[in-house]
């Protein structure tokens, strides 16, 4: 099969490409590739399988416009596609990325959303996943498109759990924001075997939670990773703290969402790390 991956220089692109290319002919462009609609048609014209996961780094310092730029570069480079599209010889299936911030935030660990809940939340998040996943639906038939809602990715390569890594082998780790918001996170290894799965199933459409199975407290992820690293995890990262580093961009730290799976776990997928003390072991001992 061959597949294009937009946005595909990230954390989640690599990753993907990696595991993807074993089996299929895979291609990644980075941002130029939303230069011009010529460079874009030129990336997918004959894929099989175009994959959108472009967009700004959400875990970034939010300065002064950053919020215009993680809204454009979703938002724009949508439409761009959406625009280039007919021009193809064929249509290709469509995998486009949102973000579980789709949902309301809530502190209720047990009582996770589904996909078949289609409430949204009123923040930036969800009103930025709201928008993403409006302008997906306008690439193809409803029968051709999945929308993947990732978790916080785990991977200590990039991401929420590199930038969590240094202060906690220090031994100056803790709870964020008082710890008491669920997390809702995947194992990157476990997001690339899902979206593998997805691809394999060519008469899956709709819209994919990507997260493990098993939510917690921000406060108990911070025990498992202290835990896993052999070091004391009490020291806590109050929120004033979080906004004079990330500024606006600490809501994505202090987010309460508790989703689960439901779709995948249905259809049988298995995951190899479905909690976190069996993912944080094999992503910092393998």
Same mark, same amino acid.
């Given at each position: 099969? &061959? ?25 990644? +462009?980075? %941002? ?26 959400? $875990?970034?310092?939010?300065? &002064? ?16 596609? /959406? ?28 009582? =996770? ?20 996943? !409006?302008? /997906?639906?306008?690439?193809? +038939? ?6 993947? %809602? ?23 780790? $803790?709870?964020?924001?008082? $710890? ?12 690339? /075997? /899902? ?29 498992? @990773?202290? &835990? ?32 689960? =799976?439901? %779709?995948?776990?249905? @259809?049988?997928? +298995?995951?190899?790390?479905?909690? !976190? ?7 910092? +001992?393998?």
């Amino acid at each position: 099969m &061959k597949i294009a991956i937009l946005g595909g220089t990230g954390l989640i692109g690599n990753a993907l490409h990696t595991a993807l290319q074993q089996e299929h002919q895979v291609s990644q +462009h980075g %941002r130029a590739v939303f230069a011009n609609t010529s460079t874009l048609l030129s990336a997918i014209q004959n894929a099989d399988l175009v994959v959108q996961l472009s967009g700004a780094n959400i $875990g970034e310092r939010w300065r &002064k416009g950053y919020k215009k730029i993680l809204w454009d570069s979703r938002i724009n480079t949508t439409r761009l596609l /959406a625009q280039v599209l007919p021009e193809c010889d064929k249509a290709p299936r469509i995998i486009c990325a949102s973000a579980i911030g789709f949902y309301p935030q809530t502190q209720n660990c047990t009582q =996770p959303f589904s996909e078949q809940d289609k409430q949204a939340g009123d923040d930036f998040l969800a009103q930025l996943s709201v928008a993403w996943e !409006a302008e /997906a639906h306008k690439l193809t +038939h409803a029968e051709n498109l999945v929308i993947t %809602r990732f978790g916080v990715v785990l991977s200590p390569e990039g991401g929420a759990l590199a930038k969590m890594l240094p202060p906690f082998k220090l031994g100056l780790g $803790g709870p964020i924001a008082g $710890g008491t918001q669920c997390f809702s996170w995947i194992d990157i290894d476990d997001l690339c /075997a /899902a979206m593998q799965f997805i691809i394999a199933r060519p008469e899956l459409n709709g819209t994919f939670n990507l997260t493990a199975p098993n939510p917690i407290t921000q406060k108990q992820f911070a025990q498992t @990773l202290g &835990k896993t690293l052999k070091r004391p995890a009490f020291l806590p990262l109050p929120e004033w703290q979080l906004k004079l580093m990330f500024g606006e961009g600490a809501q994505v730290l202090t987010h309460s969402a508790s989703v689960f =799976p439901q %779709r995948l776990i249905d @259809l049988g997928f +298995h995951f190899h790390y479905p909690d !976190a003390a069996s993912s944080l072991q094999h992503l910092l +001992h393998k």
